[in-house]
C-alpha cells in the first residue's frame, strides 16, 4: 500500500551516502515492515506509541500501516483520525530521523548532509498516505463514494517535489481509477488506468515501475479487462535496477533479503490472479501454492483471503469438490477474523457484502455433496450477526447481569492476545499464545455470548439448534446468491434436516408484485401472485412440515414476504400452521422468556400528541386503553404522556409493552429508523433502532401497532436492520410488529382480539394466529390482518 515510500526513502538515502549501510539506520519495526512481517511490525509499532491520541506523526503512521494490513479496523479508524489531527496541527512529517538518528548518529549525519547536498529533504509528508489508507478502508467497506472522494483528495494535493510527486501520481491514479470502477463509473475508471499507464518511470523513478503495474493490473481486473492485466503484470519491474539498490543500500542483509520483499508478494499475487482470471490454472495454482507457504501472505490481509477464495475455485474448476470446500472454509475463517474488528454497523454490512460470494460458493458445493448440515451451519455464518451486529455501533452497551467492567476487562483480554497470535507465525510461543487466545473469548462467551459474537462468529451447530425445537415445530431457513438462480430450502426439525433446491429466479419482483396486490384493499389482484409463492416456497415443503408450527428465517426479499398470506387456491398458510420469524436460527440461543417477574402486567402508549393533527390515530388511542384495561397492573399513556422520556423511564417494569404509534422506517440510514412519541422538552420524542441497542427492557413481549415497524433495510450479507432486531437486542423474547402501513380500526380489533388470546392462556404465536383468524372472518382481504409477524421466542 505505502511501504514502497519507505522502500523508495531508504534506497534514496543510501544513493546520496553511496555506502551499503543505509540498512544500518533501521529499526526493528522498519525492517519487520520491509519483509511484509505486518504482525511483527503491530507490535513493535505499538511499544513505540503509549497513546494514540498524544502520538507525533513519525510514530503514528507506521502504526496505521501495519493496522491497514492486517484489517484492524477497530485500531485503524482512530489512528487515522489521530494523524489528521496531526496534520491539521501542523505535524506533516511521517519519516521517523529521530529513531534513525538514535539507531546510528553517523548514518543519519551523513544522510543530512547529503540531503541538504542534492537538495532532496528527508522528510515525507504524510498526506498521501493519510488519504490513500483512507481511500483503500472504503473500497474494503464497500462505500465507493467515499473512496472516490479520498482518491481525489489524494490526486489534488500530489506534492512537487520530485522525490514524492511520482509516487504520488502513480497511487493517487490507481486508488482513483479503482474507487471510480467500484463506483459504477467504469468509462471514469479507465480513463484514470489510461492516464497511469502514461506516466513514466524512466531513471530516477525505476522503483516505482512495480507500483505502477500492480496499480494498473488491479484497476483492469476491477474493469474485466483480464488479458490487459495479465499483459501489465507479465512486464519487467526493471527487477536490476531494484537489485542494485538493494547492494547499496544493504538491503539484501534484510529478512526476505530485499528492501522491496513487501512490494514483491503483492506484485505476484496480482501476477496469479491475473492468470486465473485468464484461464492459466495450473501456473496459476502453483503460484498461489508457493505463496500459501509464506509467512508474509498469512500477515496481509488485502488479499490473504482472495488467495484461499481463488484456490478453492481452482480444485473445482479441477474436479476437486473436497479440496475446495476446504480452501472456501479457510477464507471464511479469514474474512470473519477481518470482520470482527469493525465497529459500526455500516462497515461490517459493506465489509461482507463483497464477499458474500464466498459463503456461497462453499454452501452450494456443501450442498452438492449432501452434507446438509454443514451447508446449514455456513447459512447461519452468513446470516447470523444480523442481530448481535448492530450493538458495534454503540460506544456505550448493557450487559445482563450488570458486571459491564467485567466484560470490558474480558474484552482487552481478547484484542491483546489476538494482536500476539498474529504475530507469531509457528512454535511453542505461537501455540501458548493461541491457547491464552482461546481461553480469553472463551471467558468472554460465558460472561456476555452476545458480545462475544462480535469478535468470533458463534452461530450454533445443527444439533443445538435442533435441542431448541418444540417436537411439532419445523424451522425453515431460505438461502440464495447474488444470481438468484437458486434457491435452498433448508427444513429442520428436532430430528432431521432436509434440503430442498427452489426456483429463485424473479423472486424479489414477485415480492414486489404481491405486496404492491395486496395494497389494494378493494381488490383481489394478490390471489395470483400469493398462490405462485405459494406454490414455490411452501408447497414443495409441505409433505415434510406437517401440520405443526413453523419458524421462518428469511433471506433477502423473503424479509418483506407475509408468509401467513400466501394462499393454495383454498387456504391461506396462516389457516394451517402456526408462524413465527427469526432473523437467524442461531438466535434462539439468546431469546429467553422474559418479564414474568414484572411489577406490570402492560405498559400501553398510544396515539402520542407529535403536535400536527394529521398525525393523529384516533383508534390507535382507544386500542391502548383497551389493551391497558385488559389486564391487570397495567397503564396506558396517550397523547402527551406518551413520550420517549415516559418510555424510558416506565418500560423495564412491565412484562407487555404496547405501542401504537407512527413509524418511521429509514432505508438509507436504518438505525435512525424510529417509533414516533411524543415530544418532551428539547427531546424530539424519535425512538430509534440505535438508541435502543444501549437499552435494558426486559419484556416478555413488545407490540409495535404502527406503520412499518416490521421493515428493516436488507443489506449486503442479509443483515436487516429495523426496529425488530433493536427490541431483540435490548432484551425484548419477541416482537409483533408490521409490513405495511396498517388500517387503523382494523388494528384495533386485531390487537383487542390478541391480548384476549393472551389473557386466556395461548403462547405468543398462536395468540397472533388467533387474531388474525377472528380478523381474516370480518375482512377476508390479507391487507386487513396479515401485516403482522411475530419475531422471536
Not at 40 to 58: F, G, H, L, R, Y
Not at 261 to 281: D, P, V, W, Y
Not at 436 to 465: D, F, N, R
Not at 516 to 522: H, I, K, M, R, T
Amino acid at each position: 500500500m505505502n511501504t514502497s515510500r519507505y522502500a523508495f526513502a531508504f534506497a534514496l538515502v543510501a544513493a546520496l551516502l553511496l555506502s551499503g549501510c543505509a540498512t544500518d539506520m533501521m529499526t526493528d519495526r522498519d525492517r519487520a515492515m520491509m519483509a511484509g512481517r505486518y504482525g511483527e511490525m503491530e507490535k513493535q509499532a505499538a511499544a513505540e506509541v503509549p497513546d494514540v491520541n498524544t502520538a507525533k506523526t513519525a510514530k503514528l503512521a507506521p502504526l496505521c500501516m501495519s493496522y491497514a494490513k492486517l484489517k484492524r479496523y477497530d485500531k485503524l479508524t482512530p489512528c487515522l483520525d489521530q494523524l489528521e489531527r496531526n496534520v491539521a496541527a501542523g505535524d506533516t512529517n511521517m519519516t521517523d530521523l529521530e529513531a534513525m538518528a538514535k539507531k546510528s548518529p553517523l548514518m543519519m549525519g551523513l544522510a543530512k548532509m547529503g540531503s541538504a547536498m542534492a537538495g532532496v529533504p528527508l522528510e515525507q509528508d504524510v498526506s498521501p498516505f493519510l488519504w490513500e489508507i483512507r481511500a483503500e478502508t472504503y473500497m474494503d467497506l464497500g462505500d465507493y463514494a467515499r473512496a472516490v472522494d479520498y482518491g481525489k483528495r489524494m490526486f489534488a494535493g500530489i506534492p512537487t517535489q520530485w522525490n514524492q510527486e511520482r509516487y504520488a501520481r502513480i497511487h493517487a491514479l490507481g486508488i482513483l481509477s479503482l474507487a471510480l470502477t467500484f463506483a459504477g463509473d467504469k468509462a471514469a475508471g479507465l480513463a484514470r488506468a489510461q492516464e497511469l499507464e502514461a506516466v513514466g518511470t524512466a531513471y530516477p523513478y525505476v522503483l516505482l515501475k512495480t507500483d505502477k503495474q500492480v496499480f494498473l493490473s488491479r484497476a483492469y481486473l476491477a474493469l474485466g479487462d483480464y488479458a490487459r492485466a495479465y499483459a501489465v503484470i507479465q512486464e519487467d519491474d526493471n527487477s536490476f535496477f531494484r537489485a542494485m539498490a538493494d547492494a547499496v543500500s544493504g538491503g539484501a542483509a534484510l529478512e526476505g533479503g530485499s528492501l522491496f520483499a513487501f512490494q514483491q508478494i503483492q506484485r505476484r499475487f496480482m501476477r496469479h490472479k491475473s492468470e486465473l482470471e485468464t484461464g492459466r490454472i495450473a501456473e496459476a495454482m502453483s503460484g498461489y501454492d508457493w505463496m500459501l507457504e509464506q509467512p508474509t501472505t498469512r500477515e496481509n490481509g488485502d488479499f490473504y483471503w482472495i488467495v484461499l477464495y481463488d484456490r478453492g475455485r481452482i480444485a473445482e474448476r479441477l474436479g476437486r469438490r473436497g479440496e475446495a470446500i476446504d480452501f472456501y472454509a479457510r477464507a471464511i475463517e479469514v474474512i470473519e477474523r477481518q470482520r470482527a474488528s469493525l465497529n459500526t454497523e455500516a462497515s461490517k454490512i459493506g465489509f461482507i457484502g463483497s464477499k458474500q460470494k464466498v459463503y456461497e460458493d462453499v454452501v452450494r458445493l456443501l450442498v452438492a455433496e449432501r452434507r446438509d448440515a454443514e451447508a446449514f451451519e455456513y447459512v447461519e455464518r452468513a446470516k447470523a450477526r444480523a442481530l448481535v451486529d448492530m450493538l458495534a455501533t454503540q460506544k456505550d452497551f448493557t450487559v445482563a447481569d450488570g458486571s459491564a467492567a467485567q466484560v470490558n476487562t474480558l474484552l482487552a483480554a481478547v484484542d491483546t492476545a489476538d494482536l500476539e497470535a498474529r504475530a507469531l507465525d509457528g512454535g511453542a510461543a505461537a501455540a501458548h499464545t493461541r491457547n491464552v487466545a482461546v481461553q480469553a473469548h472463551t471467558q468472554l462467551a460465558e460472561q456476555a455470548p452476545e458480545l462475544a459474537s462480535l469478535v468470533s462468529v458463534t452461530a450454533l451447530g445443527l444439533p443445538e439448534i435442533q435441542r431448541r425445537l418444540q417436537p411439532t415445530e419445523s424451522l425453515v431457513e431460505y438461502y440464495y446468491g447474488a444470481g438468484g438462480d437458486d434457491l435452498y430450502a433448508f427444513v429442520v426439525t428436532a430430528a432431521a434436516i432436509r434440503v430442498q433446491t427452489l426456483a429463485g429466479g424473479g423472486l424479489g419482483a414477485d415480492i414486489q408484485a404481491f405486496r404492491q396486490a395486496l395494497e389494494d384493499a378493494d381488490s383481489d389482484a394478490w390471489r395470483a401472485p400469493a398462490q405462485s409463492l405459494y406454490a414455490r416456497l411452501i408447497g414443495p415443503l409441505e409433505p415434510v412440515l406437517g401440520a405443526g408450527k413453523i419458524t421462518i428465517v428469511a433471506h433477502g426479499a423473503l424479509h418483506y414476504l407475509p408468509f401467513n398470506a400466501l394462499y393454495d387456491g383454498k387456504q391461506f398458510v396462516i389457516q394451517r400452521h402456526e408462524l413465527r420469524m427469526l432473523p437467524a436460527a442461531s438466535v434462539l440461543k439468546f431469546l429467553k422468556p422474559g418479564g414474568a417477574d414484572q411489577p406490570g402486567m402492560i405498559l400501553a402508549l398510544g396515539n402520542p400528541d407529535l403536535g400536527n393533527p394529521r398525525y393523529d390515530l384516533a383508534f390507535a388511542q382507544a386500542e391502548a386503553l383497551s389493551v391497558a384495561g385488559s389486564m391487570p397492573r397495567s397503564r396506558a399513556l396517550t397523547r402527551k404522556a406518551a413520550s420517549k422520556a415516559a418510555f424510558k423511564q416506565y418500560a423495564a417494569g412491565f412484562r407487555f409493552i404496547h405501542i401504537a404509534s407512527h413509524g418511521q422506517f429509514d432505508a438509507a440510514a436504518p438505525l435512525n429508523s424510529a417509533l414516533l412519541l411524543a415530544p418532551d422538552g428539547q427531546d424530539s420524542g424519535r425512538l430509534t433502532v440505535g438508541e435502543l441497542y444501549a437499552m435494558r427492557i426486559n419484556a416478555d413481549l413488545v407490540t409495535l401497532s404502527a406503520c412499518e415497524t416490521g421493515l428493516g433495510a436488507i443489506e449486503s450479507g442479509d443483515d436487516v436492520v429495523g426496529l425488530t432486531r433493536g427490541f431483540l437486542y435490548a432484551g425484548a423474547s419477541a416482537i409483533v410488529a408490521s409490513l405495511w402501513q396498517v388500517d387503523d380500526r382494523a388494528t384495533g380489533q386485531l390487537m383487542t382480539a390478541f391480548y384476549a388470546a393472551l389473557r386466556s392462556g395461548a403462547d405468543k404465536s398462536a395468540a397472533l394466529r388467533r387474531a388474525q383468524l377472528e380478523t381474516l372472518r370480518a375482512n377476508p382481504h390479507p391487507f386487513f390482518w396479515a401485516a403482522f409477524q411475530l419475531t422471536g421466542s
